[in-house]
């Protein structure tokens, strides 16, 4: 196996990328934020990575608040435009026709044509060069009622959800690959899954079809 090697970059992928609703009572903005991600689980948590040059980093350093929208790929158009315009000079909620929603918990709203939205605290935020990291707690969420099957389950697959790669849009394959534990599960356990409709099965291990292709 040969490789290049490359100056040390930012050039982890596939990653999510997600609209950031804030406000600070007399202003709402949305940021288009990539550097994001899941820290915790109990209590939930996450962050956004903003440089403080953004229009949006005194908003959410003031209000300590943020919404987390899921951007679909009807949203893509959107969502780009919120991540090169800033709200220092327009609206963004006007100009890109997005619906405001109330949140429960938090003041900023919600942006209501996302499928699923992450109301956020913000618990610390740290210096760590070209941005500052809001770490946050996730202290509600919401889901479109279109993707909630009858049993209660999220159907993230239908929610045709995005993912950025080094600079650009890309849909997300929701060809299921296996299941978390596929890999160790007792076959005890994979009959009971399939007797129950839940997924328990997977892809082969790499080695296996490396032979096949023999
Ligand atoms: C795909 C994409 C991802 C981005 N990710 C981030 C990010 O993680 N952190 C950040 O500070 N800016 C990020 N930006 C840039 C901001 O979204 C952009 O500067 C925006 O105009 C800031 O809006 P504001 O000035 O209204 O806050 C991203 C832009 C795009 C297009």
New binding site residues.
Partial sequence: MSKQSFKPGDMLAPLP?IMATCSNGKED?I??????GIINSEPPMTY????PS???YKILQESKEFVINLANTDLVFAL?Y???????KENKFENMHLTKAKADIVSCPMIAESPMNLECKVTSIQTLGS?DIFMAEIVAVHVDEKYISKSGRIAFEKMNLIS?VHGDYYTIDTKRLGTFGYSVMKPKTTKRRISEGKPAKGNKPHWEKKEAKK
């Fill in positions: 990328c903005n940021i288009t934020i990539a550097w994001t956004i990575s903003v440089r953004r229009h949006s780009d919120c991540g090169c315009k800033s709200g220092s941005h950025y």
